[in-house]
């Protein structure tokens, strides 16, 4: 089921095993439990040293959950996380501050994301004030160092967040996510709040960062391209379900499911050449993770989705090399053929 | 290797004079308003004549002298003096001690309950927020002067300490919901999540992260609170309440025109107190509504 026996040569860094992070819904007089949001169902993933894992999905997939999860933001309602062969997951928050010095984080909103009352030199000092037992004068050079780093100048540290861009903030939110060292960095969305020719110079930044440092990252984007560029595997999230992983060149190149292949022909192209190709369109909203449909999460937009999508759920199987996908269509026990070319349905939809 | 990436960097800021930090800038915003400037000399002015009240006049404000009761003002006694016998700009004076003590440490400990509790309420949600909301929405329900009256009624001999106590313990409320209202806000900021995840201790997430982006209103409120304070201090003195005779506070003066006579002949008794005390609350509130202005959310450019 999850990635096992594969590449036991790279030892994964953070192996996640069926992790469960249900949200309770309060209602009624006396505010009791009516029923449960279901924002991650079950993932088990892992993550090798020096490698990016990006996850994507639509908006309300999970993935900033997972993130969040992951790092012990949020507790986790069921499963295990183990961090280099260390259960992390029952850890106490005393017990577990340590090891955020090696699992670090990278924020979405570079407005949000920095406390906008500390000027760069405390932002970035910070978590080499509450980790690590450094002087003033040791902690104030290694924030130079990784102010310069991430390209900004070293009189920087003395102004506020308010004057800088939102480049130059997410490039803030780098340096303080990477100065005590970490291993390990979750980027929830890192790039998607700026201009596009700034993503560029933030990605190509921490690249370059992974290279030197060696860094691993679990990368949440919701833009295709971006993944792409960055990931060595991507994982496809669909209402808190992996429903596909594979290697990057294999996802984009042979998308198995319907959702991905979705995914992938909704990214908009300058000259679209005009082919008799059908591609799969999606109709609709994501549903409800509150109220998620019975059997196969994706059947009620899938234009593949037959009587056993509604009565099973899917899980993932192996499809190729690393590349594993959650789908009825694939497993050869129907008649219903896989993403057939020729399928009325399809046809239907790719008209309209 | 990592290339110097400072080059091919386009977008490093252009060149700022100094580096404002977000108090300055509020300091300057402020600087600019001019109700709240003239706020601050006339309270200043205030706070001067109480420090320096035994230089401006002989008089004892606590000692009366009954063959001079109720005299019209003279060149000795320049506002009269009170039915009493005592000098009555000499009780004005030392009487501005008095009421803007009471009004500051009133504001200063209601301001510590206030925000401990409300901080505790919305940092740590769930049992203790519901504890503490359902204790403030009860001492809400009760209506605040009858409360302070009760206990000072109660209580036998009241103090200047006492009286800052009841006031401050009948009005935390207020205060609380405010606070307790900034740190609910700031929870679901991302700031507040990457503080912890960075693996900052919750004392340093509330008092570096959390206390400095809810202070604006945390301080327009405790000065507007001040205001109320001197005013409340005032009423319970004028009905007799307050800290006891003969000790002078403005409310105490006030209650001389009780007296009908007293209201009808001599203004000069009961006049300036009321002046000054409508002086001060006016001053505060002014300086409060600049207060406001320079926090604004919106008038601050993030």
Redesign the interface.
């Known amino acids: 089921m999850t990635k096992q026996n594969k590449n036991i040569a790279d030892s994964p860094i953070l192996n996640v095993r069926n992790i469960k992070k249900y949200f309770p819904i309060k209602g009624g007089v006396f505010k009791r439990t009516i029923g449960h949001l279901k924002a991650v169902d079950d993932i088990s993933l892992s993550i090798n040293k020096g490698e990016t894992l990006g996850i994507v999905g639509e908006s309300g997939s999970g993935k900033s959950t997972l993130g969040?999860v992951i790092?012990k933001?949020i507790d986790a309602t069921e499963g295990s996380i183990l961090y280099k062969d260390t259960n992390i997951t029952s850890m106490k928050r005393n017990q577990?501050?340590?090891y955020?010095?090696n699992m670090?984080?990278v924020?979405?909103?570079p407005?949000?994301?920095?406390?906008?009352?500390?000027?760069v030199a405390e932002l970035v000092e910070?978590?080499l004030l509450?980790?690590t037992s450094l002087s003033k004068k040791e902690r104030q050079e290694k924030a130079i160092e990784f102010i310069?780093?991430?390209?900004?100048?070293a009189e920087?540290r003395?102004?506020?967040?308010?004057?800088?861009?939102g480049?130059?903030r997410q490039r803030i939110?780098i340096a303080?996510a990477l100065i005590?060292n970490p291993e390990f960095i979750v980027c929830d969305e890192p790039v998607s709040a700026l201009d596009i020719s700034?993503q560029a110079?933030v990605l190509n930044?921490m690249k370059?960062?992974q290279?030197?440092l060696g860094l691993t990252y679990l990368f949440i984007a919701h833009d295709l391209s971006v993944v792409k560029h960055i990931s060595d595997r991507v994982a496809v999230m669909y209402l808190g379900k992996i429903v596909e992983i594979a290697p990057t060149s294999t996802l984009f190149k042979e998308p198995a499911h319907p959702y991905t292949q979705a995914l992938l022909a909704s990214i908009p192209t300058l000259n679209k050449k005009k082919t008799d190709e059908p591609t799969v369109k999606l109709k609709g909203d994501i549903p409800s993770p509150a109220n998620p449909p019975s059997g196969c999460a994706f059947r009620t937009r899938c234009p593949f989705a037959h009587e056993r999508c509604e009565k099973e759920t899917p899980v993932l199987a192996t499809q190729g090399v690393q590349h594993e996908v959650a789908c009825h269509l694939l497993d050869g026990q129907d008649d219903v053929p896989i993403a057939t070319k020729s399928d009325p349905t399809l046809k239907k939809i790719s008209k309209a | 290797m990592l290339k110097p990436n400072i080059t091919k960097n386009t977008e490093v800021s252009s060149n700022q004079k100094h580096n404002q930090s977000p108090f300055k800038l509020a300091r300057k915003r402020f600087l600019r308003n001019k109700l709240a400037i003239a706020g601050i000399a006339v309270l200043i002015l205030f706070i001067l004549a109480a420090l320096f009240a035994p230089l401006l006049t002989q008089h004892d404000p606590t000692k009366g002298d009954l063959m001079l009761i109720e005299k019209p003002p003279s060149s000795e006694h320049l506002l009269g003096t009170d039915s009493s016998g005592r000098d009555n700009f000499a009780r004005l004076i030392y009487g501005a001690r008095i009421s803007l003590t009471v009004g500051f440490s009133a504001m200063l400990f209601t301001l510590l309950i206030g925000v401990i509790t409300g901080a505790l309420a919305g940092y740590y949600g769930g049992k203790v927020d519901n504890l503490i909301m359902r204790a403030a929405d009860l001492m809400l329900a009760l209506p605040f002067l009858v409360l302070a009256l009760t206990i000072i009624a109660i209580l036998e001999k009241v103090t200047v300490g006492i009286f800052v106590a009841v006031i401050a313990i009948t009005s935390w409320p207020t205060l609380t919901r405010i606070v307790r209202g900034a740190f609910l806000s700031l929870r679901e900021q991302e700031f507040i999540l990457g503080a912890r995840a960075i693996g900052a201790t919750d004392i340093r997430i509330i008092f570096k992260h959390f206390i400095p982006n809810a202070i604006g209103p945390i301080i327009v409120n405790a000065t507007l609170l001040m205001a109320t304070m001197i005013i409340v201090e005032s009423a319970l003195s004028f009905i007799g309440m307050g800290i006891p005779q003969p000790t002078p506070t403005w409310g105490n003066m006030i209650s001389e025109a009780q007296n009908i006579r007293i209201l009808r002949d001599h203004p000069e008794a009961w006049v300036p107190p009321g002046l000054a005390i409508l002086l001060t609350v006016l001053a505060i509130n002014f300086i409060g509504d600049g207060l406001r202005d320079t926090f604004d959310p919106k008038s601050n450019r993030r």
């Open positions: 969040r790092l933001l577990f501050r340590p955020r010095r670090q984080m924020f979405q909103d407005f949000g994301s920095l406390n906008s009352k500390m000027s910070e978590p509450v980790q310069e780093k991430v390209g900004l100048r920087d003395l102004k506020y967040p308010h004057e800088f861009s480049g130059q939110s303080r005590t700034i110079q930044l370059d960062l290279e030197e």
